[in-house]
């Protein structure tokens, strides 16, 4: 019963190679110091892996910036723009991805995107018509002679030809990109010969591509390339991750691959689809320890559920993570901060690999000395959870009833009431919330961190950046002022920090693209608010003023996707929990005067669910939670919301059923088109479309803004309409954002002269 391991975060448990690529683009790294580094964490990486009782060690799992661009050079697919010459070197995978490297001219970068539902970005491969690919960088190789070389037998696991054409983009004149795949497959073809004669018994074939809805000719597409792919492979353990295949169980199960990875963590029912279709010989790796939370994994029921699967395959059984372990942070051990009740709740990726050694013991010798203490200590855990349940939480989401869910009146009722109140200009100005976090800012939160500043002097000092950005904000003359943000690091760690129910880590991070990681907080308990999170900082600001202040919050749907979530309750209910607490958050500030308040929800879109016949129940849930955060409030209290994505077509009608008195949204870039969807919906509701792109250091004129919101009024009527920026300011500086903010301003006034 081998372990697999699908593949180890590439990162350093303290983030070493985050810290070798910055210094290496700054220039006060070698390019070979830079190599060295990633080929340490590469071996202890292994080591651990090992040590754990993998025997086949997993191989282009490092990347010096993401895998899918890793293979894509491996197969030559490198825009021309980045080349330098024939040859590929890794200041051309840094151009790639980042438009510039140490050598080489700088040239647009290509396009980043989500790994599927994941928070990994991946670089999308661009491909033309008339694409050849031929093998150009030997870094897959030489990782294989790596692990050889430590005496172990390497497994290289690549993107599937299917999954990496499908997340390719088109370039130049339109094309089927299925009509490159008999070129691709032959260099295919050859990547897998290259490894058979290097000695590699097994490659890790990924087709995460099978857990979405295919078009026919994709499916197709499947016997005949595996066909072809078989003929000079090493054994090919075809891999899925992140949802259930079973819908293209048929397909599947055809194919001729010496075996088959299922995620048995999103999508545990699939075992009983598969395991009477595996063919003789075929070997089953059980994707059973989630590869992308943090918990330990409760061992004993997962045996339980396992004996017959064991007794049936024997040997034929592996036991994996769920998917790679690249979205899991990589070491418990450096916790040493850590709440011991949240901790003995734990695993990370290095503790993971142990938990899948023990789940073989369970399995293997369920009598012996070490298994019982496995089965004790999962039952500890279990105990330990009970005890810890809030059940006061509980009552209050049973005590809820539809009226929880809905404002008192009808959106142009409500609106007749705010315009009353708030006596706002038509085509009203405002921003999304943060305001330039400069240097003075970060130190003074990082010193009362580090408890070098008491917390009375903080405040203090926090105050005056506030009553600063309310005195610019007025200069300006803006119409709907913010309080600017300055006492946020990061708009969901700065509530789950002030959460019941939720922790923190020192070192949990996972990498989000290229050197940037995140750190999400856990969700490990029933969540409320103990206190009020934010109200003392919008009171002192609209103290300052008698324009309104908006009230500042994120989303109960953003908080949980950008944390790790308890698995022991349903992701809705979760949410629910949020909803209630930044319902209380809500109330609270409306009783403290603020009339405008607005919750964040950039994430909302992230939820959805890789099959489309699964959307409607997320968006259920989802748009029900930020409604139960809101509908708490007084018809004359404005709620706004803030996405700060592109793309509505397809969600709209959620969007308009969260019921926000307006909405603000990313628009600079698209010139305004993504306001179709909502122009073809009749959307009844006010919106701020973007005209200023905080992503570019740019500033933008006044004409420009002009025409972006005449753009707009073309879609939306003009009453229905604000002016703001695409985002918040956070990441630009003062010196920009004033020009920008006064032509924002003016165009609000030209445009309003006009009608
Ligand atoms: N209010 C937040 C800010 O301005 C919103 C950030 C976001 O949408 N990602 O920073
Ligand atoms: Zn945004």
Redesign the pocket.
């Known amino acids: 019963m081998q372990l697999n391991s699908l593949g180890f975060p590439r990162i350093g448990r303290r983030r070493e190679l985050k810290f070798a690529l910055e210094q290496y683009w700054r220039g006060e790294i070698s390019q070979q110091a830079l190599l060295e580094q990633g080929q340490r964490l590469r071996r202890q990486h292994w080591l651990w892996q090992a040590e754990a009782g993998v025997e086949q060690l997993p191989v282009g799992d490092f990347a010096f910036y993401d895998q899918v661009l890793t293979l894509a050079a491996t197969l030559n697919v490198i825009p021309e723009r980045h080349r330098d010459g024939d040859a590929i070197d890794l200041d051309t995978l840094f151009r790639v991805a980042r438009g510039r490297a140490p050598t080489g001219k700088s040239a647009a970068a290509a396009e980043m995107t989500k790994y599927f539902n994941t928070n990994y970005h991946y670089l999308v491969p661009e491909l033309h018509r008339d694409q050849q690919f031929a093998i150009a960088w030997q870094q897959l190789f030489d990782e294989v002679e790596e692990v050889k070389a430590l005496g172990y037998d390497p497994k290289p696991c690549l993107l599937g030809p299917l999954s990496f054409l499908y997340l390719s983009k088109t370039q130049g004149e339109p094309f089927d990109k299925l009509s490159l795949l008999p070129a691709l497959l032959h260099s295919y073809g050859e990547l897998l010969a290259r490894f058979k004669a290097q000695g590699v018994a097994w490659v890790q074939i990924e087709e995460p591509i099978l857990a979405l809805d295919l078009d026919k000719d994709w499916q197709q597409a499947f016997a005949p390339a595996y066909e072809a792919l078989s003929q000079a492979a090493p054994k090919l353990l075809l891999t899925s991750y992140y949802g259930s295949i079973a819908h293209h169980s048929a397909l599947v199960a055809a194919l001729p691959v010496a075996g088959l990875h299922l995620d048995l963590v999103s999508a545990p029912e699939q075992l009983d689809d598969f395991l009477p279709l595996l063919q003789s010989g075929q070997v089953l790796s059980a994707g059973v320890i989630n590869g992308r939370n943090v918990w330990a994994a409760d061992l004993d029921l997962l045996a339980k559920r396992l004996v017959p699967v064991a007794d049936a395959l024997g040997e034929r059984l592996w036991l994996g993570s769920s998917c790679s372990l690249l979205h899991s942070p990589v070491d418990l051990d450096v916790e040493t901060a850590l709440a011991p009740e949240l901790r003995q709740q734990l695993a990370f990726a290095k503790q993971k690999l142990h938990e899948l050694n023990e789940l073989q013991q369970l399995l293997q010798t369920p009598a012996s000395e070490p298994a019982r203490a496995i089965i004790e200590r999962c039952k500890a855990r279990r105990e330990a959870k009970r005890l810890a349940a809030d059940t006061a939480v509980a009552r209050r989401i049973a005590a809820l009833s539809q009226a929880d869910f809905e404002r008192d009146s009808e959106f142009v009722l409500r609106q007749q009431q705010q315009q009353a109140k708030l006596r706002l200009p038509l085509l009203p100005t405002t921003?999304?919330?943060?305001f330039p976090q400069t240097a003075a800012i970060r130190s003074l939160r990082n010193r009362w961190r580090k408890g070098e500043l008491a917390e009375a002097e903080y405040r203090h000092q926090l105050q005056q950046v506030t009553r600063d950005s309310i005195s610019r904000q007025l200069k300006l003359g803006l119409d709907v002022l913010?309080h600017g943000?300055a006492e946020?690091n990061d708009?969901v760690e700065y509530f789950g920090e002030q959460l019941a129910g939720v922790g923190f880590t020192k070192n949990g991070w996972v990498q989000s693209y290229g050197s940037r990681c995140v750190k999400p907080p856990l969700i490990y308990g029933d969540v409320s608010r103990p206190r009020p999170m934010t109200v003392e900082w919008a009171e002192f600001a609209q103290s300052l003023t008698d324009k309104p202040v908006k009230g500042?919050l994120?989303g109960p749907v953003?908080l949980l996707h950008w944390s790790f979530a308890r698995e022991d309750i349903s992701r809705e209910t979760i949410c629910t929990q949020l909803a209630l607490a930044i319902r209380d958050e809500v109330a609270d500030l409306e009783a403290a005067g603020i009339g405008i308040i607005?919750i964040?929800e950039?994430a909302f879109r992230e939820g959805l669910p890789l099959r489309r016949d699964q959307w409607q129940h997320y968006l259920d849930w989802a748009v029900a939670s930020f409604k139960l955060s809101a509908a708490c409030v007084r018809d004359e209290t404005q709620i706004h919301t803030?996405?700060?994505y592109s793309e509505f077509n397809d969600t709209i009608a959620a969007i308009a059923a969260m019921d926000a008195d307006v909405i603000t949204i990313e628009t600079s870039r698209s010139a305004m088109e993504l306001l179709g969807a909502f122009e073809a919906f009749d959307y009844p509701n006010e919106i701020g479309p973007g005209v200023y792109d905080i992503h570019s250091p740019n500033i933008p004129d006044v004409a420009a803004m002009v025409a972006l919101m005449e753009r707009a009024a073309q879609r939306i009527p003009l009453r229905q309409l604000w002016i703001n920026p695409d985002?918040?300011?956070?990441t630009r500086s003062w010196d920009e954002v004033e020009p920008a903010l006064r032509n924002m301003v003016a165009a609000g006034r030209e445009l309003r002269r006009r009608c």
Request: proline content about 5%; aromatic content about 0%.
């Open positions: 921003t999304i919330g943060s913010v943000e946020r708009m500042m994120t953003t607005q964040d950039p803030h996405m700060c985002c918040g300011l956070k």
